[in-house]
């Protein structure tokens, strides 16, 4: 049961940070060059500001746990005889 649960929580952790990554490059990483001094950027009338770089922080945790998750999985398959 614990495996099974560790399973999905990899998965889970895997579509956050697959989300989040996205997140950092569409809303950071392909308007980096037009923030102006105070952190701003204006793109067909939306706002981007520059500290969306933080959604690669959460995407790179979201990562950490899901192999966590893997190796606890893992983990539990070897200890069975």
Same mark, same amino acid.
């Given at each position: 049961?614990? #495996?099974?649960?560790?399973? *999905? =929580?990899?998965?889970?952790?895997?579509?956050?940070?697959?989300?989040?990554? =996205?997140?950092? +490059?569409?809303?950071? =990483? $392909? $308007? #980096?060059?037009?923030?102006?001094? $105070?952190?701003?950027?204006?793109?067909?009338?939306? +706002?981007?500001?520059?500290?969306?770089? *933080?959604?690669v922080w *959460?995407?790179?945790?979201?990562?950490?746990?899901?192999m966590a998750?893997? +190796?606890i999985a #893992? =983990?539990? #398959?070897?200890? +069975?005889?």
């Amino acid at each position: 049961m614990i #495996r099974f649960l560790a399973w *999905i =929580w990899a998965l889970l952790s895997l579509v956050t940070a697959t989300g989040f990554a =996205w997140l950092f +490059v569409t809303v950071y =990483w $392909n $308007n #980096r060059a037009c923030f102006d001094e $105070n952190g701003r950027c204006f793109v067909d009338g939306v +706002v981007h500001h520059d500290t969306s770089f *933080i959604y690669v922080w *959460i995407a790179l945790l979201a990562a950490v746990s899901a192999m966590a998750g893997v +190796v606890i999985a #893992r =983990w539990g #398959r070897r200890s +069975v005889p």
